[in-house]
């Protein structure tokens, strides 16, 4: 029982011995300066939010109504709007250049999975 409390009174003794040992010439650390302010825009940034917004042409041939969808100026999508009956759709799925024929219904209808250009090269 003794070599408890003795253990108990050593262990509660030397934290406060190893306070009690500071150097009595301290100083305070200086405190960080604020970073300056950068008063110009990042790069890259305002070229890619023109990038992400298409560049839609829109001709009449006739009497129908041509809408052209351009990403950085590859053609993606093209909306017919004829005089008489539906609009509809050609779009390039793959980007090759090739475009099917989708109807008004089909595109909000239809499941098509995510297809983005992560990185081109």
Known sequence: MRRIVVALLLSSALPAAAQSNQPKDLRPIPEVP???ELSLPSPGIEDEEESLEPQV???KR???QIEEYRLNGRLY???VIPRIGLPYYLIDNR???T???HDTGGLDQRIRPPM???REF
Request: no cysteine.
């Open 34 to 36: 604020e970073p300056p």
């Open 57 to 59: 042409t829109i001709t």
């Open 62 to 64: 006739g009497e129908d």
């Open 77 to 79: 999508m093209i909306k």
């Open 95 to 97: 980007g090759d250049g």
């Open 99 to 101: 475009f099917s024929t």
């Open 116 to 118: 983005w250009v992560i």
